[in-house]
């Protein structure tokens, strides 16, 4: 009785050691996941919107006098968390986005984790900014929206919509499908929607790893 009570007990912490680990819990990403869930975007209104609340359909500013639709997100979770190099300039203007992701450095697209103090930002009027930061910090919710420019305006940052992990000119050429169907209207919108993550990282997947635009 005594053994059978010992191998009542070990299975019992076996099934409480199982539901433990499987309890669902907040975990970083280690894919391209491009921008916060805090960060913020300016619309052809003039209002301001978050990651979070932005929409495909959205028209969002990508340069100093030009605004662009949102019309597929690579990512959309606001509940992920991941870890994002945060670029600082004057007047704690200030951009988050993944370490591979691109935006205009010295006239020229340069991924964040390339990024130093002293490099120069271009800012959504066109003026410039240098660098007086870098850092990395953890951060939660993921999204990666594409507008159909191809550049997007973060915290008054201009950005691309692209990664590393991809050429741009590649990744836009192997979006032209998608942006064709959003130009179709409505139901091209849903199916973008149904879509969007799974059927795209399957399309774009790379021997390197799943390319998450």
Known sequence: SESVSESMSASASASASQTATTTPTASPTEEPICFPGDASVELADGSMKTMRELQVGDSVRVGASEYSDVYFFGHKDSFGSAEFITIEGRDSVSI??????????????????????????????????????????????????????????????????????????????????????????????????????????????????????
């Open 96 to 213: 988050s986005l993944s370490s591979l992701h691109y935006l205009y450095v010295n006239g020229s697209l340069v991924s964040a984790e390339e990024v130093k103090e002293g490099d120069v930002l271009e800012l959504s009027t066109g003026e410039k900014m240098a660098v007086t930061d870098v850092r990395k910090e953890m951060k939660i919710g993921v999204f990666a929206p594409h507008t159909l420019n191809g550049d997007i305006v973060v915290n008054g940052v201009r950005a691309s919509t692209y990664t590393r992990v991809v050429h741009p000119e590649f990744a836009h050429l192997l979006l032209a499908p998608l942006r064709f169907l959003y130009r179709l209207g409505l139901p091209a919108l849903t199916f973008l929607e149904k879509t969007s993550q799974a059927g795209l990282a399957r399309a774009l997947r790379l021997p390197s790893g799943p390319a998450a635009l």
